[in-house]
């Protein structure tokens, strides 16, 4: 049974920093060679990715985060960061992970098979 954990999340104000984690298990791969995708999800508003991780390639943003917040897989780890720094308060929203990419548009989050529980991050004015 893969299993995701977020965790990491709390509240900040505008211009800070928080460094969120995702402890994955029951891969049957090493972490590090499957696709992992972060997304949040705001309140009225649909899930949209936040940054999509491939093996063997460059970290792929979205445009709204994009120079603000980086995602690592360290080798030899279980657990995937996102560090966002300059948060804004659009940023808030409910932060998931998820593995297993089936192929398509990274940013659809339909595509990736487990997720996580999330994890709340609210940035206050």
């Known amino acids: 049974q893969v299993q995701l954990v977020e965790s990491g999340g709390g509240s900040v104000q505008v211009g800070g920093s928080l460094r969120l984690s995702c402890a994955v298990s029951?891969?049957?791969?090493?972490?590090?060679?499957?696709?992992v995708g972060w997304f949040r999800q705001a309140p009225g508003k649909e899930r949209e990715g936040v940054v999509f991780l491939e093996p063997g390639s460059p970290p792929i943003y979205a445009d709204s985060v994009n120079g603000r917040f980086r995602c690592s897989r360290p080798d030899a780890k279980n657990t995937v960061y996102l560090e966002m720094n300059s948060l804004k308060p659009e940023d808030t929203a409910v932060y998931y992970c998820?593995?297993?990419?089936?192929?398509?548009?990274?940013?659809?989050?339909?595509?990736?098979?487990?997720w996580g529980q999330g994890t709340q991050v609210t940035v206050s004015s």
């Open positions: 029951g891969l049957s791969a090493q972490l590090k060679s499957v696709s």
């Open positions: 998820a593995v297993y990419f089936d192929g398509g548009m990274w940013y659809d989050w339909t595509r990736f098979r487990y």
